[in-house]
Structure formats: C-alpha cells, structure tokens
C-alpha cells in the first residue's frame, strides 16, 4: 500500500514544483540576442594634436667628406669621414588634420581603414662637435705625409605635412571602441647637409708648425653639400586610440602614434604623436 500512496501523491503534485530541479520541465527559454554599439560604416573627423621629432644627424657627413677627400691618402689612411661631426637634433610642435575611414563590424570585433592627413612645422637641427675650428684639429700620418684636419658642418630636416594609409582593429566596450594600428606614412619637407674639411699637408718631420711658403706645405678646403626642397619621406607608423561614442552619430577620440621614417642623406628621424579629435559616422 505504500507505494499507492507514494505514487498518488506524486501525480497530485503540479509539475512547477518540480521544475526547479528538472529543466526539461521547463519548456523551451527565450534569450534576446547580444547588444553592441554599432561602429559599421564610414566615418570622418578632424583632430589636434602636439608632434615631437628627433633626429640622428651621426652618420650624415660621411658620405660627403669621403667624396671630398677622396684624391688623398689621408682618407684611404685615417678615414676622417668617420669622425664624428654632427649630433641629434629635436623639434617639438603642435599640428592639426583630419581622418576618413571605414568600419566592418562582427559584433564586437572591428576591422577598419583609414586615412589621416596631419599638418605641422617641425625642424630638427643638428648639434655640431667640429674638430678644429673652436677645438684643437687632429694631426695624423697618411703614406709620406703629415696632415693637420680640421671638420666642421651644419644638418637640417624639417617636417611640414604627412599623410598616412592605416589598418585598424578594435573591440568594443559599450560606448567605447579601443583600438590599434598600423600604417605606411608619406611626409613632406626638405632637409640640408653641410661639411667643409679643412686641411694642411705637410712633408716636414715633424709635420707641423711648417711654412706656407715653400712646397713643405699645402693647405686645402673641401666644401660640399646636400639637400633638397620639397622632399618626401616615407615611414611606417604603429599606435593605439580610444574612440567614445557620445550618440550614435557623433564620437571623440584620443591617440598616440609613433612614426619611424626611412632614412634620408643617412639622417634617420623618428616622430612621436598625440592627437584629441572628434567624428561623425554615418
């Protein structure tokens, strides 16, 4: 008899009492789909921004005193064109441009394209360690000679637009869309070089103090120069942002990049960005 019991008083029971340990008492449940910020589309802007360059101004006069010294032993020798003569050079400097892009969405995944073009005015110039000249010159021997060499030059690039082609990815967190990049850069400006060796050949032992008088002694200037105007050059960028959706159409952004440029008369410089914007996307 109790299992008669048991079982009527079973089937008495209604099935939501026992639906709190048994799902599949439950029926089939509705879920709403997930809500993400939409940031498909087009989208354009402007910004501002401060730009810092440095420059590396090192390696820029060898190539030109080792074409100006090149009919002598003394180069062949001694290599003046490695000694150092120019150093870095900075430039800091505000700027303003604007953006143009494309957004492709999967839920909270972006994948995008963008143009930004930035303009500024940023001249680097190089710190200058001649030697001779307001410091003592170098005395070396070179085949059957004594030379007395003196270096000095000047170094210049300045920077006064560039434009960029960038690949983007983000995430989105509600309203805000964290993102990356990176790019391929395209600058314009001009930059200038200069050196001009001074130097004495003398035959004496020893070689110096000797007389410009007599055929002992001979004494040389080699000026020489590069440069060019309206410039190009090229680089390639990386960097990060955040942009803030303020309503569904309109969006702030904050930024920092950093640019490395192709070196150009073996200056080699490098651009570091922050910018504040604003958009619209369609």
Same mark, same amino acid.
């Given at each position: 008899?109790r ?8 089937l ?5 009492a026992f ?10 449940q509705?879920v709403?789909p ?7 589309g087009f ?30 032993v003394l180069?062949e020798?001694?290599?003046?064109s490695?000694?150092?003569v120019l ?7 505000a700027?303003?441009g ?8 999967w839920q ?18 190089? $710190? ?7 410091t003592?010159?170098?005395v070396?021997?070179?085949? $059957?000679?004594?030379?007395d060499v003196?270096?000095t030059g000047?170094?210049r ?5 560039y434009g ?13 869309l964290?993102y ?8 314009g ?6 050196t001009?060796a ?6 004496l032992t020893?070689p ?5 008088n007599?055929?002992t ?7 020489d120069s590069?440069?060019q ?6 680089g ?11 309503t ?6 904050g ?12 200056v ?15």
């Amino acid at each position: 008899m109790r299992w008669v019991i048991c079982a009527l008083v079973v089937l008495a029971l209604p099935a939501s009492a026992f639906a709190g340990d048994f799902d599949v008492l439950r029926g089939p449940q509705i879920v709403g789909p997930a809500n993400f910020y939409n940031w498909s589309g087009f989208y354009f802007g402007g910004d501002l921004g401060f730009n810092e360059q440095q420059a590396n101004f090192s390696n820029a006069t060898q190539p030109l005193v080792a074409y100006s010294l090149r009919e002598l032993v003394l180069e062949e020798d001694d290599e003046p064109s490695e000694w150092p003569v120019l150093g870095n050079g900075e430039a800091k400097a505000a700027g303003y441009g604007g953006f143009l892009g494309y957004n492709m969405q999967w839920q909270d995944v972006i994948f995008g394209v963008e143009g930004n073009y930035t303009h500024t005015s940023l001249t680097s110039t190089a $710190s200058v360690s001649p030697i001779g000249w307001t410091t003592p010159s170098r005395v070396v021997t070179a085949g $059957s000679y004594g030379y007395d060499v003196a270096l000095t030059g000047t170094g210049r690039v300045t920077l006064t637009d560039y434009g960029e082609a960038r690949a983007r990815a983000g995430y989105v967190l509600g309203n805000f869309l964290p993102y990356g990049f990176v790019g391929a850069v395209i600058g314009g400006g001009s930059y200038s070089i200069t050196t001009l060796a001074n130097v004495t050949q003398s035959t004496l032992t020893p070689p110096f103090p000797c007389t410009f008088n007599d055929s002992t002694c001979q004494n040389f200037n080699f000026p020489d120069s590069v440069g060019q105007n309206n410039a190009l050059f090229y680089g390639v960028s990386v960097g990060g942002g955040l942009d803030w959706a303020l309503t569904p159409n309109i969006f702030l952004r904050g930024e920092a990049e950093f640019v490395q440029f192709a070196p150009v008369a073996n200056v080699t410089f490098t651009l570091v960005k922050a910018t504040v914007g604003a958009g619209l996307k369609f």
